[in-house]
Structure formats: C-alpha cells, structure tokens
C-alpha cells in the first residue's frame, strides 16, 4: 500500500489536479484538514471502543465514507468527520449485537426496575465496565452519557423508537450497575 496518492500530471510539479478542477474541490478541503482531523478522529473512536484495531478500522471507513460523501454534503470540517465517525462506531455497535443475538439464541433480555444511581465513579473502572457491556448496552449509554446527547438524539441514531430507547437506556444502567458493583466488591 502506498503513503501517497498516483501520481498525475500537472506541470506544477503536484500529484492533485490542478485548482478549478470542479468537484475535485471538496478533495482538496479534505486533504487539507487530514493531518489534523486524523488524531481527533481516531481519539474520538478510540475512547469510545477501546480497541485500537477497531478504532483504526472505523477511522478507516470513517474517511472511506468522507470521500464519498465529497462534494454532496456540508463543509468538509473535522466536526462533519467526527459525525461520520459516531456513525461509524454505531453501524460497528449494531453489527456486533447481531452477532451476540445470534449466539444468544436463547437467553432473553431481562426487565429490571430503573431507580437512581447517584453515586461518584471511579473512571477507569467505569470505562472498564462499559467496555464489557454487550454492544446495544455500550451503545446506548455511550451515546447518551459520554457524548450528552438527548434520548430522542439517541432513539434516531440506534434506530429506535422513543419509548424502546428509553427501556434500553434503563436495561443498560441497571446492567451497568450491577457490573460495576461487582467489580467494586472484587476491588476491595
């Protein structure tokens, strides 16, 4: 694989078309914020998954997408690329609960009773015990808590209807809880 782009002709001596080429603007708008849009991209994912192969994967599609999305969305800006990330680590979230659904065949979820839990965490240990949340649980709470967005934000991008978001964010903290208790009581 490469590090530069094929070569093309151009009697300035550059690989990209020369300025004015048309749709090839927004390529240029891109390349232009790549070395600094890369590292927030990538930190975006990576705090949220991880993983760093998967946050390299997703960062990957993540400009796969912005390339082909050139020229037929807003301005190219590291905010619209980390929009296409969050999309990105969504489309990866629900991938990976369809494959724990197929392998749980069987097993149901569980309703459980949402009351408040207002103590202060210990951030490693919460990040720890996100990450070994199932993928609609992780999902959900990290859209909600970790990026602030509202539950009618977090409904339109897990695909949800209001009222099956708002169970799956009460499922997700009792499940949270309950983890993060019992890594308190192997702490002590």
């Known amino acids: 694989m490469s590090e530069h782009p094929p070569s093309r002709p151009d009697p300035s001596g550059s690989p990209w078309p ?36 998967v946050a390299e994967d997703l960062t990957s ?33 629900r991938r990976q609960a369809r494959e ?7 097993a149901g979820d569980v309703a459980v009773d949402d009351d408040p839990w207002d103590a202060r965490l210990d951030a490693l240990r919460a990040r720890q015990v996100l990450a070994g949340l199932g993928p609609s649980h992780r999902a959900a709470l990290t859209l ?19 009222h099956a978001t708002e169970a799956l964010l009460v499922r997700a903290r009792a499940a949270f809880r309950r983890a993060y208790e019992r890594e308190e009581g192997c702490g002590d």
């Open 18 to 53: 020369p300025a004015g080429a048309g749709d090839r603007e927004p390529g240029r708008a891109l390349l232009a914020i790549y070395d600094h849009a890369l590292p927030q991209v990538y930190g975006y994912l990576l705090a949220r998954c991880g993983s760093r192969a």
């Open 61 to 93: 599609e993540t400009f796969l997408a912005a390339v082909a999305a050139l020229g037929r969305g807003p301005a190219v800006t590291t905010a619209w690329l980390v929009g296409i990330a969050r999309h990105k680590l969504v489309d990866h979230w």
């Open 100 to 106: 724990d659904a197929r392998l749980r065949l069987v």
């Open 144 to 162: 909600r808590y970790l990026d602030g967005l509202g539950v009618a934000e977090v409904a339109g991008h897990l695909d949800r209807t209001l």
